[in-house]
């Protein structure tokens, strides 16, 4: 069975309608509400802003109490934005201190958003931590602390927001972020607990976009290879000749920026994806292709 079309495209110059761009409305998240975790800095701010500037209201969740500067910076650019369009109200970020490992209270920040706002239509569950040990002596601690933020602080986001969608009856976008050690795994690092954290990550957006399915609520991951961020400067800093290794491993030959996802985040989040549910998204510059 499919669903009826929209007027646009085809359909729209069969039905005689005056010719109109509607291919970029598809992207436009205007009037929409979205939640990000890990949203203080790096890729989860990059893609708040890029949803901001897109015309969604981004609630941006990470660990500190206070938005470090970077957060404050991007906050006020996002703020002096051009109007969209005429009366339409422009996007913009806002900061909440949170820690996605804690489940009622990942919860009650949803709840929070929709008091407030009315609506939650999409979440990007994004936090996330690497550290590295040998396999062999990685500690229960450390492998569960990993676990903990990249496996449960994801679930516990996405249910936060699917309550709220379902609740809400909102066909919303639930983007998880895995990375392509989900799925490989990362040649000379020791990082057993990180690449069997974003295989779950994966594997949890399949089961996920099965379930919410039905309702209309579609669940994705996006697994990103080596972007330069605080995440991989602190490996890059500290082991020399590895941003040559790592630029070497893939056909562009070099590492991503966080702004090269903003695009693949505002397809996934918007109606330009209606029909993507379950699938995992690479944007690794080749890495895996070879
Ligand atoms: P960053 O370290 O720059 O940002 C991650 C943010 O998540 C930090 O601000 C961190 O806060 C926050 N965070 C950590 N734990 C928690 C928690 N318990 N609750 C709330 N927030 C938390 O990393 P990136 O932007 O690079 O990474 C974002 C995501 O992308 C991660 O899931 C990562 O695994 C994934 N990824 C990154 C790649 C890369 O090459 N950079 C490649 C593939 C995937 P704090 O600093 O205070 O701990």
Redesign the pocket.
Known sequence: MSTPSPLVGVAAALASQPPTRTVFSQFSLTGKVALV??G?????LEVAAGFAEAGATAYC????KQPDDDFVTAQKFVAQMPPLANNVKNGRIEYIS????DQKQMWKVAEDIVAKEGRLDICFA?????AGADCLEYSAEDFTKILN??VN?VLYTAQAAGRQMEKLGIQGSIIL?????GSISNQNQKWVA?TTS?SAVIQMARSMACELGPKGIRVNSL??????????KAFLDSHTDLMEEWCSQNPLGR??R?DELRGVCLWLASDASTFCTGSDIIVDGGHRAW
Request: glycine residues 20%; aromatic residues 6%; charged residues 10%.
């Open positions: 975790t890990g203080g800095r790096g890729i989860g969740l990470d660990l500190s949170g820690d996605v490992t994004n936090a996330g931590i690497l933020v990249n602080g972020t895995a990375s392509m050690s990180y974003k697994s990103p290879g080596y972007i330069y961020t605080k995440m991989t590492l991503g966080p």
